[in-house]
């Protein structure tokens, strides 16, 4: 669940993560399509409300102190993909408060 939700923040369709094998796959991937550099060109603005939803759903039911006994590395990914989804709910809701500060005040003469 959790390398699911990493590779859906980045963008990987969640059809092509249906099992291990196919995150194997990814996890194994080279060049621009490596894991550590689509983790370093990662901007979370960029993340759709769905995507994002998607992960969170995903990554919010997993034991995050069974995750960190079971294997260190995938306790890495887990608090980045937390993070990174903490940080994209912030950037919404900043989008969302600078809209409505944009938005023209209610007219009183309409009542």
């Known amino acids: 669940k959790v390398m699911r939700a990493v590779f859906i923040l980045l963008g990987t369709d969640s059809s092509d993560l249906q099992n291990w094998s196919q995150i194997v796959v990814e ?3 080279t060049g621009r399509e490596s894991l550590k ?4 060109q990662f901007g979370v603005s960029a993340v759709d409300k769905h995507i994002l939803s998607k992960a969170a759903e995903l990554i919010t039911g ?3 102190h069974h995750i ?4 260190e590395g ?12 903490d ?7 900043d989008k969302a ?3 409505a500060d944009e938005a023209p ?3 009183l003469e309409l009542w």
């Open 27 to 29: 996890l194994g991937r």
């Open 37 to 40: 550099r689509r983790i370093q």
């Open 62 to 64: 997993v034991d995050g």
């Open 68 to 71: 960190r006994k079971t294997s």
């Open 74 to 85: 995938a306790a890495v990914f887990y608090k980045w993909a937390l993070s990174s989804i």
């Open 87 to 93: 940080t994209s709910f912030d950037t919404i809701c």
């Open 97 to 99: 408060r600078k809209c």
């Open 105 to 107: 005040a209610a007219s």
